[in-house]
């Protein structure tokens, strides 16, 4: 299915769907594919250029994208766009697309991935290890527990490279940050990305400028080799429930994402020290994470209603922002709340049902026994929901 390129004219989208049916042809192919994708064997250059537990695997927007009809002069929008991976997507398709994500790291992320790469970034990040060899140790940020985490001469590099990286040219500042950000979590003592705990590393302090060189390196070859032009992309670092729809800026056409899962998984924490060393605030990240696992232990604890009402708002944006006829998907797991299990694709569907959306296709998924981002005990995701919505045409 071609995609056309052009900015959006939304006078134009408004007929869209009275001239089309494709229906069928959608439902076909929506059909057709194996939604567990078990020829996946590792993830892309792209996709590989930043660790992100729980990411939203290419495959899948992917096929979302090919297999929906996406109206002419329209956009793609994912409201809680991760790592970027419905947004690369889309740019490789053509297509424009607006993310929106509450986590500045995630937002670096897709940023830095449907950007132009940077003039000379090795060379700068050359230079950055040749001034830290002589720099002076400098002030260590006032981070909470960093000596738990993290060996002093290790904080001295780290130091040493956010604080050079921080008066770079700033067409180059996201790429850096972004290399620094992905080195973090090993050279701390924090013993994987999904698994938060301090364990005995004996971390080299010299191998943080050392991986700092290898990242800047891997980012640089990614973005080089992407054998795509670089269509629109605007990242929104925002709440998606504070988020106006004059904000997204175009006629979206199709909606591609996967929301947070209601106490599954804790974004926040697993980024907290790149946070932490890259100047963003982690707590107020945790405070506005929809789904944390820590807003449901707390006195007054979230329940599945507050799911419910976060989901209401992100529909109702959704209604207001996406053309008439438009398909809005999701892939989505089930959350077990206090011993309680809830399929957050039923909830999202009757959020939806009263906003105009119809469901127009629903499958299980089934997760590859190798993912070990969720804690199982949390929630029931051994298959995940696929459903796609479609926005009434009248």
């Known amino acids: 299915m071609a995609h056309g390129t052009h900015e959006p004219t939304p006078q134009k989208t408004d007929s869209w769907s009275a001239s089309l049916d494709p229906e069928t042809a959608a439902r076909s192919s929506l059909s057709e594919v194996d939604w567990g994708f078990p020829d996946r064997r590792s993830h892309s250059e792209i996709e590989g250029v930043h660790p992100y537990p729980a990411k939203f695997i290419a495959e899948i927007p992917r096929a979302l994208i090919n297999c929906l009809p996406l109206p002419p002069h329209s956009g793609v929008l994912d409201p809680f766009c991760g790592s970027g991976s419905s947004l690369v997507e889309s740019q490789r398709l053509g297509i424009p697309a607006v993310g929106v994500d509450l986590n500045p790291i995630a937002c670096l992320m897709s940023r830095v991935k449907t950007s132009a790469c940077p003039t000379d970034i090795e060379q700068l990040a050359a230079r950055i290890v040749a001034s830290s060899e002589t720099a002076s140790d400098g002030e260590i940020p006032e981070i909470p527990n960093l000596d738990h985490w993290f060996q002093p001469n290790v904080q001295v590099e780290i130091n040493k490279i956010a604080r050079s990286i921080a008066t770079s040219p700033s067409e180059a500042r996201d790429a850096l940050k972004l290399a620094l ?84 998984y804790e974004y926040w924490l697993y980024h907290k020290y790149r946070m932490w060393w890259l100047g963003y605030d982690p707590l107020k990240v945790k405070a506005d ?7 449901f232990f707390k006195k007054n604890h979230h329940t599945a209603e507050d799911f419910a009402r976060q989901m209401r708002q992100t529909l109702k944006l959704l209604g207001n922002v996406l053309v008439k006829g438009g398909f809005a998907s999701f892939v989505v797991g089930r959350s077990k709340i206090h011993g309680k299990i809830y399929d957050n694709s039923e909830i999202i569907t009757d959020e939806a049902a009263p906003l105009g959306f119809t469901p127009f296709f629903v499958t299980e998924r089934e997760l590859s026994a190798n993912r070990k981002s969720f804690n199982l005990s949390h929630a029931n995701i051994k298959t995940e929901t696929v459903l796609v919505l479609r926005k009434e045409v009248e």
Not at 198 to 218: E, G, H, M, W, Y
Not at 236 to 243: A, F, M, Q, S
């Open 181 to 264: 950000s992905s080195i973090i979590v090993r050279v701390s003592n924090q013993e994987s990305d999904t698994r938060y705990a301090a364990v005995q590393k004996d971390i080299d302090p010299s191998a943080v400028p050392t991986l700092f060189l290898r990242a800047v390196n891997r980012i640089n070859a990614a973005l080089q080799n992407r054998p795509y032009p670089l269509t629109s992309v605007d990242v929104i670092e925002n709440d998606i429930l504070k988020v106006e729809p004059s904000m997204i800026g175009r006629p979206i056409g199709l909606v591609v994402t996967s929301p947070p899962y209601p106490n599954a």
């Open 289 to 295: 994470e929809i789904g944390a696992r820590a807003h």
